[in-house]
């Protein structure tokens, strides 16, 4: 197993600038009196193709060879992903193949297709995912990229938080929602290099806690298809996630889906921005957790705005 460096995130960076945004970061004084806290919300559904992933996506994508690349790229996703990998795909001009749970939103399977990218269906469970998946590369022969578990793509994931840590002096903390840990796991390997008095947190729907299971027990406990409303944040740490969780998180947090929802109401309601379930879920742990986060700064990760409207979470 190969556990990505400092220098593969500064390659990274370097590899990706054309390809992304340098996201801003807005404040809400409204919500830091809510909390007692001065928060920085890293406002990645500002990002191309919507979310976060568009970072290390394209550092996978544009770091093949050029005989890598004439074969494809193809992955699983439940969404944000996927749309990322078919935008660098597009921007390199190769073939893109995404397996996709038939539940997930439709606005997230249409995204696939509008950047050029061709959708394979499955079940919804991680069991059925990878078993399509394996079907696919055996038939097109594409180079896999893994959602997360990916030395490349944690590298690119890991430029977000040097941003945030250029953009915004003094952190105390950084908070970013965890499925299979990916943003956490690059949040991980720049802040331990970088700035290693800033403590990382993960948030995690309590429907779908596994992450926050695994921390506790010390061993990765994997749920084969729990359900929540951060359909984001539906799938299991791996042995590569693990690793940056295990030797680099300071603690696991959860939100109740109620919690979430109302989390995702008020940011839209008070700082006008569209983002989605999974990206509400840092800002409910916080509320609900205020002793925690009491008087220090600390940087939120808006991971994705790639909600379906006409599916919203309170209609």
Same mark, same amino acid.
């Given at each position: 197993?190969?556990?990505?460096?400092?220098?593969?995130?500064?390659?990274?960076?370097?590899?990706?600038?054309?390809?992304?945004?340098?996201?801003?970061?807005?404040?809400?004084?409204?919500?830091?009196?809510?909390?007692?806290?001065?928060?920085?919300?890293?406002?990645?559904?500002?990002?191309?193709?919507?979310?976060?992933?568009?970072?290390?996506?394209?550092?996978?994508?544009?770091?093949?060879?050029?005989?890598?690349?004439?074969?494809?790229?193809?992955?699983?996703?439940?969404?944000?992903? =996927? +749309? /990322? *990998?078919?935008?660098?795909?597009?921007?390199?001009? !190769?073939?893109?193949?995404?397996?996709? @749970?038939?539940? %997930?939103?439709?606005?997230?399977?249409?995204?696939?297709?509008?950047?050029?990218?061709?959708?394979?269906?499955?079940?919804?469970?991680?069991?059925?995912?990878?078993?399509?998946?394996?079907?696919?590369?055996?038939?097109?022969?594409?180079?896999?990229?893994?959602?997360?578990?990916?030395?490349?793509?944690?590298?690119?994931?890991?430029?977000?938080?040097?941003?945030?840590?250029?953009?915004?002096?003094?952190?105390?903390?950084?908070?970013?929602?965890?499925?299979?840990?990916?943003?956490?796991? =690059? +949040? /991980? *390997?720049?802040?331990?290099?970088?700035?290693?008095? !800033?403590?990382?947190?993960?948030?995690? @729907?309590?429907? %779908?806690?596994?992450?926050?299971?695994?921390?506790?027990?010390?061993?990765?406990?994997?749920?084969?298809?729990?359900?929540?409303?951060?359909?984001?944040?539906?799938?299991?740490?791996?042995?590569?996630?693990?690793?940056?969780?295990?030797?680099?998180?300071?603690?696991?947090?959860?939100?109740?889906?109620?919690?979430?929802?109302?989390?995702?109401?008020?940011?839209?309601?008070?700082?006008?921005?569209?983002?989605?379930?999974?990206?509400?879920?840092?800002?409910?742990?916080?509320?609900?957790?205020?002793?925690?986060?009491?008087?220090?700064?600390?940087?939120?990760? !808006?991971?994705?705005?790639?909600?379906?409207?006409?599916?919203?979470?309170?209609?």
């Amino acid at each position: 197993m190969y556990i990505p460096t400092l220098a593969d995130m500064i390659a990274a960076e370097e590899r990706i600038r054309r390809h992304i945004h340098r996201t801003p970061v807005l404040t809400s004084s409204f919500i830091n009196s809510l909390v007692g806290a001065e928060l920085f919300f890293k406002c990645e559904n500002f990002q191309k193709a919507g979310a976060f992933k568009a970072r290390g996506a394209s550092n996978a994508v544009f770091g093949l060879s050029d005989e890598q690349a004439a074969r494809g790229v193809a992955t699983h996703s439940s969404g944000n992903h =996927g +749309t /990322c *990998l078919s935008y660098a795909a597009g921007r390199r001009g !190769i073939p893109c193949t995404v397996v996709m @749970p038939r539940t %997930a939103p439709q606005a997230k399977k249409d995204a696939v297709r509008d950047y050029g990218g061709k959708v394979v269906e499955c079940e919804p469970s991680t069991s059925s995912r990878e078993a399509v998946f394996a079907e696919v590369v055996a038939e097109t022969g594409a180079e896999f990229v893994h959602p997360y578990n990916d030395p490349r793509v944690i590298a690119g994931q890991a430029t977000c938080s040097k941003e945030l840590i250029e953009q915004v002096d003094g952190l105390d903390a950084v908070i970013a929602p965890i499925g299979g840990g990916g943003m956490v796991s =690059g +949040t /991980c *390997l720049t802040l331990s290099n970088l700035a290693p008095h !800033i403590r990382v947190y993960a948030a995690e @729907p309590g429907q %779908a806690d596994d992450a926050y299971r695994s921390f506790k027990a010390g061993h990765i406990i994997a749920d084969d298809a729990p359900n929540t409303v951060a359909d984001g944040l539906k799938v299991p740490l791996k042995d590569l996630t693990w690793h940056f969780v295990r030797n680099h998180v300071t603690d696991i947090l959860t939100a109740s889906e109620e919690e979430i929802v109302d989390a995702m109401k008020l940011i839209w309601k008070r700082m006008k921005i569209v983002m989605e379930p999974s990206s509400a879920v840092p800002l409910a742990t916080i509320l609900k957790n205020k002793q925690i986060f009491a008087g220090k700064r600390v940087g939120i990760i !808006i991971t994705g705005g790639n909600v379906d409207l006409d599916k919203l979470p309170w209609q």
